[in-house]
């Protein structure tokens, strides 16, 4: 991973220098240049209620942002996003998501986006920085939204517990009105212990478990933090769901928010219609 990282760095970004031995720009300053040219692209990918059998109809969006770059293509979080983090990117790159996803939730046409919501991911250093609250009351104001249809995914690589203040954040988020979801639980720190700290509105059980579902032993980690959720009143959202079998699952232990290629994936302008749901992929 950092080996990649580092190749990154010194490789990418050789664009026709004078010599052949001129390092062209740093990922780095690319980065910086593609935020301010508009060079970030977002997908959104829908958040679906399958509560009714054979239905699946969408409550909102995740933004997932992606990097058009001029030589490279389309670059996916993956490819650029750990630099991002080292660097401190991240949090300029999270704020242009988070108002040009409420932008793009404002332009939705009605009746459809009035009671969706978007869903935008935050990175931990994002959250503590003094510029978050502004930049969400802002976003929300200028579109127009109510602040429920605002949700904050924490996507934490680091532990939460070593950034101060977060716990004040998150309730002064909840404030605002908007929601606040932690992301790829069950994974890394985003533990069950976690829940009873933190003040959120929603967890998302990671792909991982739901990979392995219908297997036994995922099923009861489904069911556990299910109770668990409902203990705390929050909500639970599964992600990565590909399979019939595992879309089935679920609805039987009763989760009925779901998101993941069987249901629809991340696009440019994904079709936000009820839609059915069967036993082969749909879209
Ligand atoms: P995430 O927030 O957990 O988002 C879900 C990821 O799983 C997305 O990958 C999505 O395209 C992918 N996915 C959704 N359904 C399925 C499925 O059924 N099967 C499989 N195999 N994958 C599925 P993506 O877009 O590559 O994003 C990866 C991660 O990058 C995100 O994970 C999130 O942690 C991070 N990320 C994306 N956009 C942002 C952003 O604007 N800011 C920050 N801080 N992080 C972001
Ligand atoms: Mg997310
Ligand atoms: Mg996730
Ligand atoms: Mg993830």
Known sequence: MDDAKRRGRNQVGVSGGSTPSTPGPSLEAELRTALEVGHLRLHFQPVVDVSVPGMASVVGAEALVRWDHPRLGLLSPAAFLPLAEETGQITDIDLWVIEAACRWLAATPEPESGALH?????????????????????????????????????????????????????????????????????????????LKHLPVDQIKIDRSFITALPERESVALVRGVLALAAELGVEVVAEGVELFEQLEALREAECHLVQGYLLGRPEVEPSLATRMVGTSPVG
């Open 118 to 194: 978007v869903a935008v991911n935050v990175a931990g250093r994002t959250l503590v920085d003094p510029r978050l609250l502004s930049t969400v009351r802002g976003a929300l104001h200028n579109n127009g939204l109510a602040p429920r249809q605002l949700v904050l995914e924490i996507v934490e690589t680091r532990s939460l517990a070593d950034l101060p203040g977060v716990v004040e954040r998150l309730g002064e988020l909840r404030q605002l009105g908007a929601r606040v979801s932690l992301d790829d639980f069950g994974t890394g720190y985003s533990t069950l212990a976690w």
